[in-house]
């Protein structure tokens, strides 16, 4: 009977120390798992950033058409304005599905929250809540995109109503043009944001994924384009 015990003893001790590690790997693929759907959610963000800098050319390019011009040709001017006003609107259509994709990545993402208190091993853990904060201030960073651009896209379109009408002064042309020029200072220093915490997320997903023994091919989240 006592080898019995002695047998049963040991094989308790192993299930115990074996149920943590069962455990800590569970947690582990879970955690993997939602940070791995986010990345496959933000493909129709990566999508789109190559449309909507077509458009931002196009754009571009009936605007020096337009300053060419001058008030030589009102009927062309009202033309290429109203061109220019229909590539915003698809600008605008774009980065509304840029923002759905990062919307849906972030929903998926915030269910790693609740998984991050049950990693046992505390340098993961700890590198796991450093992971998760940045990712949050990364969306935060894209949410200042979106409303900064989506300023910008409004102030461009009134510039462009207002060079439709023959009467408009030059003054008030170049005070609009300030505008949208200051607008577009605040898209570029939260695309900076965003993009620098896109790198820190990427390394330290990285570090997480050695420090609980995940071995995969890396695939990280993308920057914007300027």
Do not use: W
């Amino acid at each position: 009977m006592l080898k019995v015990r002695i047998y049963i003893g040991i094989a308790l001790v192993s299930l115990i120390i074996l149920l943590p590690a069962c455990g800590q790997k569970n947690t582990v693929d879970k955690i993997y798992n939602h940070l791995e759907e986010t990345v496959q959610l933000e493909k129709g963000f990566e999508d789109q950033q190559s449309h909507i800098t077509n458009l931002e050319e196009k754009e571009k390019e009936l605007y020096n058409e337009i300053i060419e011009l001058g008030m030589q040709d009102f009927e062309k001017i009202v033309n290429l304005s109203n061109e220019a006003i229909d590539t915003i609107n698809k600008r605008s259509e774009k980065i509304d599905l840029e923002k759905e994709s990062i919307e849906a990545s972030e929903e998926e993402f915030r269910k790693v929250e609740k998984l991050l208190s049950k990693l046992e091993d505390e340098e993961a853990k700890k590198k796991a809540q450093e992971m998760y904060d940045v990712m949050l201030q990364r969306y935060n960073a894209y949410d200042k995109i979106h409303r900064a651009y989506k300023t910008s896209l409004d102030l461009e379109k009134e510039l462009y109503t207002m060079l439709q009408k023959e009467d408009v002064e030059q003054d008030a042309l170049i005070s609009q043009i300030t505008r949208i020029n200051e607008s577009y200072k605040n898209v570029l220093e939260a695309n900076k944001q965003f993009n620098e915490q896109t790198v820190l997320y990427n390394n330290l997903k990285k570090e997480f994924y050695v420090l609980v023994d995940v071995e995969v091919e890396f695939e990280g989240h993308s920057n914007l384009e300027n």
